[in-house]
């Protein structure tokens, strides 16, 4: 504890600043022209967005108003809206997009349910360790190819397969291939993507607010409904959007599990190939477009996207 | 209701993690309307103490009663006791009508029963201007005063407070102290407040209990505490204290067992004046701290240990601010506290209340 008060203070080393090189006079450069410096962050990125995004749905656009000669079997570049009145009006397209937009929410809904309880024990239950295994556990599937997992339903729905083996004691059958089969395998497709969102929401809540809640009266019920539900909310949106947006695009699942069914992916993948009508197949892929942009406009007025 | 019944008897409660036992059988009953202090070091198991009695962790052993009702398996939302959180728990996406407003709502009081009663709970802690807000529009004094409406519009009989001035910084906190103390006051319901700040404990509390490693080490008034420590460590953890060892007594006091001494009763003076006291040692000055209102010398004795001195910066203040000078210090026996008897044998000598 004795300091010795007639020694000298201790010499510090001078720490030379760097000068003068090429990258220190770069880096000088850049922090005195801001926007250069955001244009080279975001230049390549903004390009790749703009051509492939915003030029392809221009694309589509342009091309579904387009028509093709039946004869030639050429696209003939002369305007016209028949394709999409064909689309609006025939009663083909409309009952496969009420079907699509059925398949997409039941499975969107499916999802929702089966991932509150999976990402709130993982969020807020686990242990750290058993919340990393379950991490892994929920992102694994992703690491099988989509066309395996599809097939591995096909075979599991068959008749006399899994499905039918664990519920035949209890007189279940197996549903066969069809809509129900396409919404198993969709909703198991999907939930990694609603899952992840919704964990990483109930992560942000504090869990001194469940006790808050929990501390002035609120039961398990009142402390989900108006605690733990509306602070989750924008997670619940995003993990809807997931798993809505790609059953609405989907057309493998469908064809390897769903029977006869025909989904809008369908319609275009058959107007493109078979038919070799390509711009009636962009007048078709508007239709998911559009349900997509209807969908985030009405979760916007709930004002689940202000918090994001 | 008699006022013999305490508002929370805690008997030999024990908690356990893995197997560290953060509470070590506390019995501790707390009277009835009192303001009472839970003080320690971190780890020291005070939170714990009260995480239990929220009931937001199960105890390994040992009962909870409020006031005469054993309520140790009960749920927090079953117990009549609130919490004022730390970080305050506000809900982010609530206005702060509605989070004052929320105790009363999940009891189902009508919405415009529980406005009203939110709505003055505000007023009391002077928010009633501010009810439209979310919390992040809030100062952390108002998030603070928020909280405390919010726990006490529900009326509960106990009030537990876990380090809520911590994130406040000093003026608002001295300020929050004194609007602790009035509310305490005015609503008339037992407070325990959690603190690891000795400064705050003896400001506030009408009694204080000093936790170490899951034990109480000392209960007792703030004046009890502070003058009459009960162990070196509450001698050291409450203020500070010239603590001097069994042979450092010897030398010193002439007696054996360890004492100590706060640093504003030691007097000082240039060597070979006189100075008023029954005891007196020679010594060195190492140290002159200049802390405004007074100045802390630190002294090396020549019996070989370090005294700190607290000087008040009155007319009266001699002026020993060199370094390395020889002075003289001296005490009071009245002010030499005794915190244990010798070694050989404490049963006998034990002295302390």
């Not at chain 2, 839970?38 to 937001?56: D, N, Y």
């Not at chain 2, 010594?283 to 008040?312: F, H, K, N, P, W």
Request: aromatic share 8%.
């Amino acid at each position: 504890m004795m300091v010795d008060a007639s020694a000298p203070p201790t010499r510090r080393a001078v720490v030379p600043l760097r000068q003068g090189t090429i990258a220190r006079r770069g880096s000088v450069f850049l922090s005195r022209h801001p926007r250069l410096r955001l244009s080279l962050l975001l230049g390549a990125p903004l390009f790749w967005l703009g051509l492939v995004y915003i030029a392809a749905l221009a694309a589509l656009l342009i091309t579904a108003l387009w028509t093709v000669d039946s004869f030639t079997g050429q696209i003939s570049q002369t305007w016209t809206v028949d394709n999409i009145v064909a689309v609006l009006t025939g009663s083909l397209y409309q009952t496969v997009t009420l079907r699509t937009l059925g398949v997409a929410l039941l499975v969107t809904i499916i999802d929702i349910v089966i991932a509150l309880p999976i990402a709130f024990y993982m969020a807020k239950v686990a242990s750290p360790r058993a919340q990393r295994i379950l991490v892994i556990a929920i992102l694994m599937p992703l690491w099988a190819s989509y066309l395996v997992k599809a097939y591995a339903w096909r075979s599991v729905l068959s008749q006399g397969g899994i499905f039918e083996w664990l519920v035949s004691p209890f007189g279940g059958h197996s549903p066969g291939y069809g809509l129900p089969a396409t919404i198993i395998t969709l909703s198991y497709l999907w939930l990694p993507y609603v899952i992840l969102p919704i964990y990483a929401g109930l992560e942000r809540v504090p869990d001194s607010l469940l006790e808050a809640s929990g501390d002035l009266g609120g039961g398990t019920w009142s402390t989900l409904r108006l605690v733990v539900l509306p602070m989750i909310w924008p997670a619940i949106i995003a993990g809807s959007i997931f798993s809505f947006s790609l059953s609405l695009g989907d057309y493998i699942t469908v064809n390897i599990v769903g029977g006869a069914n025909q989904m809008l992916g369908n319609l275009v993948y058959t107007n493109v190939g078979a038919a070799n009508n390509l711009p009636l197949a962009a007048a078709i892929a508007l239709v998911p477009i559009l349900i997509i942009f209807a969908y985030l406009a009405a979760v916007r007025r709930t004002g689940a996207l202000n918090n994001l | 209701m008699t006022g013999a019944q305490p508002a929370i008897r805690l008997t030999g409660l024990t908690k356990s993690f893995g197997n560290v036992n953060a509470v070590d059988g506390v019995d501790l009953d707390i009277v009835e309307g009192e303001f009472f202090s839970m003080l320690g070091p971190s780890g020291s198991g005070k939170t714990t103490v009260l995480r239990l009695i929220a009931g937001f962790e199960k105890p390994t052993s040992g009962t909870i009663s409020l006031l005469g009702q054993d309520v140790t398996d009960r749920a927090p939302f079953d117990r009549d006791v609130n919490t004022v959180f730390q970080d305050y728990a506000l809900f982010p996406h609530m206005s702060v009508l509605d989070n004052v407003a929320y105790g009363l709502r999940v009891r189902g009081v009508s919405k415009r029963a529980r406005y009203e009663q939110a709505r003055q709970a505000l007023d009391t802690v002077r928010l009633g201007s501010f009810v439209d807000r979310k919390p992040s529009q809030l100062s952390g004094g108002q998030r603070q005063r928020v909280a405390l409406a919010r726990a006490t519009v529900v009326q509960p009989k106990v009030l537990l407070l876990d380090e809520p001035l911590g994130a406040l910084d000093l003026k608002l906190r001295e300020q929050m102290q004194v609007e602790l103390k009035e509310l305490q006051r005015n609503l008339g319901i037992t407070f325990i407040f959690v603190t690891h700040d000795q400064q705050e404990a003896l400001t506030l509390s009408d009694r204080i209990a000093v936790f170490n490693e899951g034990k109480i080490e000392q209960l007792g008034t703030p004046a009890e505490i502070y003058e009459r420590p009960s162990s070196p460590f509450v001698a050291a953890f409450v203020g500070t204290s010239n603590i001097f060892d069994d042979t450092v007594s010897h030398a010193l006091l002439g007696r054996a067992g360890t004492h100590s001494v706060r640093p504003e009763k030691v007097s000082v003076t240039t060597e070979n004046r006189p100075l008023a006291a029954d005891c007196t040692a020679a010594g060195t000055l190492a140290e002159v701290i200049y802390v405004g209102s007074s100045t802390q010398l630190i002294v090396d004795l020549d019996a070989g240990t370090r005294v700190v001195v607290l000087e008040q910066n009155d007319a009266h203040r001699v002026a020993t601010t060199e370094r390395g000078v020889r002075v003289t210090i001296g005490w009071n026996n009245s002010d030499i506290v005794t915190l244990s008897a010798p070694a050989p044998a404490p049963a006998i000598l034990a002295p302390h209340p």
